[in-house]
């Protein structure tokens, strides 16, 4: 009859927390994505504007800048 022996406790347990910390490594990876993708914001600045008179009305000259973490893109401009 042949004796069938398993792994040790030892390395089991070794085993077990290996898997659990790579297991929450890579939630903690996957979590960091979620977080900053709902954390994401539009920063637009006003770094340069400037306005002259011109023939028959104004030329305005204005640089806006987006500072912020994601792209964004300006629909309408009201003087």
Not at 17 to 44: C, D, P
């Amino acid at each position: 009859m042949v004796k069938r022996r398993g792994i040790s406790p030892v390395i089991a347990t070794v085993i077990i927390v290996a898997v659990t910390i790579a297991v929450a490594i890579a939630v903690a990876f996957w979590m960091t994505g979620i977080v900053g993708l709902f954390t994401a914001a539009e920063k637009l600045e006003i770094t340069y504007a400037y306005a002259e008179p011109d023939a028959g009305g104004w030329t305005v000259t204005i640089r806006v800048n987006n500072t912020g973490t994601t792209t964004t893109s300006i629909d309408m401009v009201i003087i």
